[in-house]
């Protein structure tokens, strides 16, 4: 018999319309977001108002579950957390108080500068102030909009949508999704709706004679950064890594029971091993998940059931296989609710669904590689050095990185209609990376990596792809490397010991070698293989006709008709080849899904007029006869 969990979400308002419109408003957006989730229930909500208080501004919180912090302070004299967020001028002459608040954890483990443990979202609310938050690993997102004169906020974005009259797509929002795979923030793919930026403070004040809400004020919380502080001895080193991945798990299974059985989602890579095993070694009952993708690309369990067998784990067979991805892709698309564009967010999804049914507390290895510089380097250092040498090396090295990233950016004029090429002329993606890699915050060029990796690459995705999936499902979700003090302690670390020659991750290697198979600790890294090009040319052939559509694609004035047919006869550009193809045909999918199924847009009359139709062996042929 499997687990009932509880989704945890939350939804809002703050300001100086009228109550009853504003309350209207929040009845109507809970019944439909009953509707639209089918396991959620009117009674799970429970609301937590300012009901009675005639003045302004009020507001209003429906909420299935709020993982409250410690009680903040409530005195005047007494500090709060990161300091004043709304300005030196009020004094803290009133009480402030938290009316919302989600971990993906369960746990409340962010500190502040004062010592006070603090959710991954919160809203907190003081006399004629609203405050929103995020803490800096950006696991689970916060949105607000403004309509009329009230801020509304949500966990959720499909929660928020149901308050907005007529949501219409951000064309910045799709441009940036097309460029990385995930909508950068403050942006989100609705125009006018709006996400806090991890590790960030958003405050709002209302004058109450006017009702007029000012524009909201900005305050990072923590800013990562090398430290002057350096650790360059490796034996000093192993021994403080060792202890601090220990102290790190030992936080996160603080809540535990002795019997209780906790999942693991085990790829068999270095940074999920280590995360097994240290549970192993603190004496949990783990149960590991592992992904199969059947016969196509390259198995990963093999590497799973190494260490599973190493570490005397039960180890659980999860098929993702292409009809299970067909079977589950929008429900996944759905539990997302943000689009992701990279192959890897379904098949997660299986893994909460599978984990779902046994347990209620999943661990992950996420963030291991943002920690330890597990990324490839090597063309980022060298873009590095000649940006030493050039006078625009700035923006030349944010061009660089921004290719990391292998999307459609650079193919702009292949990529969308005229309509919105024009709209995106004036915007340059590369803008939206610059805070990130942003040299005035000092440290060496792998340090300054790192931190670009945990802002961008961590933070906006996946973190919060990781979170949403789990919260779907109602699972607690932990992340040993989203640990504060171990995360302090890497940006102490001289680059050698980050990056040996060749060998990335060089400390944390070290630093586990004893408890892992070799095998594990010392292969080369690779992201994981989810063969979609495969399926993209066998599998889902006939279903992208359906999906990438021609005549839904030119009736929504965004992307080229033809987008699909070009990429996969290989005419569309020399860099989408081989693996990129599937990479990119995914982005497109999982956009299109969601703009139908979250925007709620129509899907317009389709068109034969693809390739798709085919049987693939007969378009190889066509393809080949008319070369």
């Known amino acids: 018999m499997g687990i009932t969990n509880k989704q945890r979400q939350f939804l809002g308002y703050w300001g100086c319309d009228s109550r009853h419109k504003l309350e209207a408003l929040l009845a109507k957006s809970i019944s439909q977001s009953v509707r639209e989730i089918p396991v959620q229930k009117v009674e799970d909500f429970s609301i937590f108002s300012t009901a009675g208080d005639p003045n302004h501004p009020i507001w209003n919180v429906a909420s299935t579950e709020i993982d409250r912090a410690p009680d903040l302070p409530t005195k005047k004299g007494d500090s709060l957390p990161f300091g004043n967020p709304c300005g030196e001028r009020d004094s803290y002459a009133s009480p402030t108080l938290q009316i919302a608040a989600l971990s993906a954890s369960g746990l409340c483990t962010y500190p502040s500068t004062n010592g006070w443990l603090l959710p991954d979202a919160w809203v907190n609310v003081r006399e004629n102030c609203l405050i929103l938050g995020r803490e800096p690993f950006g696991r689970v997102t916060l949105y607000w909009t403004q309509i009329g004169q009230s801020i509304w906020f949500a966990s959720s974005l499909q929660l928020l949508l149901n308050i907005c009259e007529h949501p219409e797509v951000s064309i910045p929002g799709l441009y940036g999704y097309s460029c990385f795979s995930y909508v950068p923030t403050p942006l989100t793919p609705v125009k006018n709706v709006f996400a806090v930026p991890a590790g960030t403070e958003l ?23 090398e430290s002057s502080e350096k650790i360059q001895d490796e034996a000093e080193a192993i021994a403080q890594l060792q202890n601090l991945l220990k102290d790190a798990v030992e936080r996160q299974i603080s809540d535990l029971n002795s019997s209780e059985t906790v999942g693991v989602f085990l790829s068999g890579g270095l940074d999920s091993s280590v995360v097994a095993a240290l549970l192993v070694k603190a004496g949990v009952k783990v149960r590991a998940y592992t992904l199969d993708f059947g016969e196509a690309g390259i198995p990963e369990y093999p590497w799973a059931e190494q260490v599973a067998d190493s570490l005397k784990i039960p180890l659980v067979k999860v098929d993702a296989r292409p009809h299970r991805i067909k079977q589950v892709l929008h429900s996944a698309v759905k539990a997302l609710d943000l689009p992701f564009g990279d192959g890897v967010t379904v098949p997660l999804y299986l893994l909460n669904e599978a984990a779902s049914q046994e347990t209620d507390i999943v661990f992950n290895g996420e963030g291991g590689d943002q ?65 990130a890699l942003n040299p005035a915050r000092g440290g060496s060029l792998l340090h300054r990596l790192r931190r670009a990796g945990l802002m961008l ?79 993209c040319f066998n599998e889902f052939w006939h279903q992208i006709g359906d999906w990438l559509n021609p005549a839904v694609l030119q009736s929504e004035k965004r992307w080229q008709p033809d987008l699909a047919a ?62």
């Open 566 to 627: 070009q990429i996969v006869s290989g005419k569309f550009a020399a860099g989408i080849q081989g693996r990129r193809i599937g990479e990119i045909i995914w982005l497109l999918i999982m956009w299109q899904i969601w703009r139908s199924q979250i925007l709620g847009e129509d899907v317009k009359r389709k068109s034969w007029n693809h390739p798709f139709w085919l049987p693939r062996s007969v378009w190889n042929y066509c393809q080949r006869w008319a070369e």
């Open 203 to 225: 405050s709002w004040e209302c004058d109450r004679a006017s009702g007029v809400i000012f524009e909201p004020q900005s305050k990072r919380l923590l800013e990562w950064g």
């Open 457 to 535: 690459k961590g933070a906006q995705n996946i973190h919060p792809r990781a979170a949403n999936l789990a919260l779907a499902f109602g699972l607690k979700v932990r992340s040993p490397f989203c640990d504060f003090a171990l995360t302090d302690w890497t940006f102490k670390l001289s680059g050698e010991l980050c990056l040996r020659g060749a060998c990335e991750k060089y400390i944390l290697k070290r630093s586990v070698e004893n408890w892992l198979p070799a095998e594990i600790v010392w292969r080369e890294k690779r992201g994981m293989g989810v063969p979609l090009t495969s399926w």
């Open 371 to 435: 920690l330890f510089a597990g990324w490839t380097n090597k063309p980022l250092i060298a873009a590095g050095i000649y940006q030493a040498a050039n006078p625009a090396g700035d923006e030349a090295f944010a061009l660089q990185y921004l290719r990391t990233f292998h999307r459609m950016w650079g193919y702009e004029t292949k990529v969308y209609q005229p309509q919105i090429y024009t709209q995106i002329q004036n915007l340059h993606p590369q803008d939206w990376l610059l805070e």
